[in-house]
């Protein structure tokens, strides 16, 4: 059990990671007291291509049995633990991080932006702090970078609180992993395409989509190059889960 300032994480297993079953809300305040109490780390928005990865990855793993706080951001996550007999809400991290920023900016919190080609980033990070008047960003570069010790080293000298890294996954977790030790008092989130959300670049699905859990069928129409990646991974992981977790066939 792990409470801080008298909240509690109430996580529900798959395959034997910990997911938090917090609402929207309730995610959020507690991220908000990762950063308050200078406790730090990361929140990892946790789709079924992630879980796949930790089962056959140790190293992937390590890093989501470590993470302070685990969201249910895929809806095939969702209908695993629903399968399981788990109710959790499902949080997209895209939201949960733009919410994030707005209570940065509310409390004058310093984030950074790491992630994303360069246009992306710059547009994004304009189009934020047109939105959040009081946003302090005091760093953001973007995610081709060749030289990453120079990246951690200026990530370091200006001491963010909480960092958005958005270099697609495992990439992403494989940088926080680093930065993490450089900032051990900062929060650091892996935010997959949401710069490309931010910038307007990439459009998110409809709402009546988002509603019904499909998000992810009109992205892989849109941008059919991800159908390849996307389309044959929640059916293969939502049957896993019956086998392995219902009728615990190994
Ligand atoms: N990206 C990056 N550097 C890389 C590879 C990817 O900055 O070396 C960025 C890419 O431009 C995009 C983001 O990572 O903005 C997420 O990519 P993708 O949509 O593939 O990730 P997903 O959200 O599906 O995890």
């Known amino acids: 059990m792990y409470i801080i300032f008298g909240m509690e994480r109430k996580c529900v297993k798959l395959f034997g990671f910990d997911i938090d079953s917090f ?6 305040d507690y991220a908000l007291e990762l950063i308050n109490t200078k406790k730090g780390g990361q929140v990892i928005t946790i789709n079924p291509e992630m879980i796949e990865n930790a089962l056959v990855n140790k190293t992937f793993a390590d890093v989501l049995n470590q ?3 685990v969201v249910p951001d895929g809806i095939g996550i969702k209908i695993g633990l629903k399968i399981k007999g788990e109710n959790v809400d499902r949080i997209a991290g895209v939201e949960f991080a733009h919410e994030l920023l707005n209570r940065c900016s509310q409390n004058k919190i310093p984030v950074a932006f790491v992630g994303a080609r360069p246009h992306v980033v710059l547009s994004a990070v304009k189009n934020l702090k047109a ?10 570069q973007n995610g081709y970078f060749s ?15 909480l960092v958005l890294v958005a270099l697609g996954s495992p990439k992403q977790e494989n940088f926080i992993k680093q930065a993490r030790e450089l900032l051990p008092a900062s ?17 998110r699905a409809p709402k009546i989509y988002q509603n019904l859990g499909l998000e992810w069928l009109y992205r892989t129409v849109k941008e059919p190059k991800r159908f390849k990646r996307i389309f044959p991974t929640i059916p293969r992981f939502l049957l896993n889960v019956i086998k392995k977790e219902v009728f615990k066939i190994s």
């Open 67 to 69: 993470a302070e706080l």
């Open 147 to 161: 030289d990453e010790q120079r990246v951690l080293k200026e990530l370091r000298q200006k001491s963010p609180k």
């Open 131 to 140: 939105k959040f008047d009081n946003l302090k960003i005091v760093y953001y």
């Open 23 to 28: 609402n929207f809300e309730e995610a959020i």
């Open 187 to 203: 929060l650091f989130i892996g935010v997959g395409g949401s710069f490309d959300v931010w910038s307007g670049e990439v459009q």
